[in-house]
């Protein structure tokens, strides 16, 4: 079935970085552009970032520009997020999300990871 | 950014009510409106796009309806297990914005 599992959460310290990954199975990854989308505990939905189905165009929340890089493998079918100088208020749970429509940008989100938290504290 | 603000926040509501959510947007965004659904723990889940259009699975309870800044995510008949958090969505621009979020509670 269609299927997205994200890893590489953790504890970092401030300043510090962090790679997640998103791993797709059950759909043709290569044809399908990906967001993250994060949520601080008890907080609302923020959008991240996004990449085209082949990475010809990304896109970044004002509040990670310069700081974050999505990027993906598609002979690998994962999705990845580099986090740098990490901060305290980049504390959330981070979600990973398919394109409803083939090749498309501008679409709903119809498929969903489970999520992966990640603190910054000291 | 598209500022997306949903009304109410929060309310109660009663199994077998019909319930009304709005989503306003800060300027005009044609039918690209997104709802979702979340339940405490997990990721949310697609319930309408294109403003109306119903996600493949979701029940017929569940429709959406508006266009430009102004629109409605309904719940004909509120059943147990709709007591959730709903988001509205914008993807009109390359700067996708959710609301706020409305939190059903159970009265």
């Known amino acids: 079935q269609v299927q997205l599992v994200e890893s590489g959460g953790g504890v970092v310290q401030p300043g510090g970085s962090l790679r997640l990954s998103c791993a797709a199975s059950g759909f043709t990854f290569s044809s399908y552009g990906m967001h993250w989308v994060r949520q601080a505990p008890g907080k609302g939905l923020e959008w991240v970032a996004f990449i085209r189905y082949d990475g010809s165009n990304k896109y970044y929340a004002d509040s990670v520009k310069g700081r974050f890089t999505i990027s993906r493998d598609n002979s690998k079918n994962t999705l990845y997020l580099q986090m740098n100088s990490l901060r305290a208020e980049d504390t959330a749970v981070y979600y990973c999300?398919?394109?409803?429509?083939?090749?498309?940008?501008?679409?709903?989100?119809?498929?969903w990871g489970q999520g992966t938290m990640v603190t910054v504290s000291s | 950014a598209i500022r997306m603000t949903q009304s109410p926040s929060s309310f109660s509501a009663s199994t077998g009510d019909r319930v009304t959510i709005t989503c306003r947007a800060s300027?005009?965004?044609?039918?690209?409106l997104a709802w979702y659904q979340q339940k405490p723990g997990k990721a949310p889940k697609l319930l309408i796009y294109a403003a109306s259009t119903l996600q493949s699975g979701v029940p017929s309870r569940f429709s959406g309806s508006g266009s430009g800044t102004d629109f409605t995510l309904t719940i004909s008949c509120l059943q147990s297990e709709d007591f959730a958090t709903y988001y509205c969505?914008?993807?009109?621009?390359?700067?996708?914005?959710f609301g706020q979020g409305t939190k059903v509670e159970i009265k």
């Open positions: 999300a398919k394109v409803r429509g083939t090749l498309r940008a501008r679409d709903a989100f119809d498929i």
């Open positions: 969505q914008q993807y009109y621009s390359y700067s996708w914005t």
């Open positions: 300027q005009g965004i044609s039918s690209y």
